[in-house]
């Protein structure tokens, strides 16, 4: 599964499958910055029926920043992230540089690998 990037910040979920079981959905994130990044993610869930991607979860902060130069595993709960089931997901993060005010300077969006819940 290929990595998306966005001004040196890297996102892939760590595998194509994940089993509801498992509870989580767990990404790989590598911010390749000096300085500290914050994020805003909104999951995605495609609709086969219509052919389109809908919010399953709405933009929101994510919990905790990157460090620069830093790599993180981060994993979302399916109760509160994919509380829509099984089916085809995709993640949309909007990196910020930190700073003294919260999310002032946006330096990018991208949208992950698409994964899935069985």
């Not at 914050?38 to 809908?54: A, P, R, Y």
């Not at 930190?98 to 991208?110: M, N, P, R």
Request: glycine share 6%; charged share 20%.
């Amino acid at each position: 599964m290929a990595s998306k990037n966005v001004s040196n910040i890297y996102v892939n979920p760590i595998k194509d499958n994940f089993l509801k079981s498992e509870g989580a959905v767990t990404l790989a994130i590598e911010n390749k910055n000096p300085f500290g990044v914050e994020s805003k993610i909104k999951v995605e869930k495609f609709n086969d029926t219509k052919g389109i991607w809908e919010t399953s979860c709405v933009l929101q902060a994510s919990e905790g920043g990157l460090s620069p130069n830093s790599k993180i595993q981060e994993a979302l709960q399916n109760n509160h992230f994919f509380k829509k089931g099984a089916g085809k997901y995709r993640i949309y993060y909007e990196f910020y540089k930190i700073s003294v005010v919260q999310f002032a300077f946006k330096l990018g969006t991208l949208t992950t690998s698409i994964f899935n819940i069985k």
